[in-house]
């Protein structure tokens, strides 16, 4: 099986420079605190986030071809790519996968999150562990950034208990 990407769409693939972003929504920091001005005025219920690229041009492109063109050998490009981080960053983590709306999964056939992550687990090592569920909802991808956040309460759950330190792949 070949590589799907060309070498030139290959080199646009520039992953973040995450020392100099917040840790929770990964912009650019001004200063040289932990978290943006606008992530230091909420309460998040998780620690960290990992964005790996910066949501424009190549990788905006791939996802689209990835998530809406059935491109699903992508997934194995993009695996690569969280792989290295999470080796880095957290090398003991159990990956849990963000469930996808379940109107989306029928209308596209699969789910990209977890096709990723079965990817992660089969040939980078990850564990996986499936311990949410999603109840239906409004699609996220038309609404901004506050909407997001009021949109998906209530609607992901926690099937059992948690264990250790988790990585949520969405």
Do not use: M
């Not at 070498?7 to 605190?33: F, N, Q, T, Y």
């Amino acid at each position: 099986e070949g590589e799907p990407l060309c070498l030139a769409c290959r080199a646009g693939l520039i992953p973040l420079d995450s020392p100099r972003r917040c840790a929770v929504c990964s912009l650019p920091l001004s200063s040289e605190k932990r978290l943006c001005t606008r992530c230091r005025r909420r309460e998040y219920e998780f620690q960290c986030n990992l964005s790996l690229f910066e949501y424009l041009g190549d990788i905006r492109e791939l996802l689209y071809q990835y998530k809406f063109r059935n491109r699903l050998r992508l997934a194995r490009i993009l695996a690569g790519f969280y792989a290295q981080a999470l080796r880095a960053g957290f090398p003991e983590a159990v990956l849990i996968p963000a469930p996808a709306n379940p109107q989306a999964v029928r209308r596209r056939g699969w789910d990209p999150v977890e096709r990723l992550c079965r990817v992660l687990r089969r040939e980078h090592g990850f564990p996986v562990r499936r311990a949410l569920e999603r109840r239906a909802g409004p699609a996220q991808k038309l609404l901004g950034y506050e909407e997001r956040r009021l949109n998906l309460r209530g609607t992901i759950a926690l099937r059992g208990g948690t264990p250790g330190e988790l990585v949520l792949i969405d």
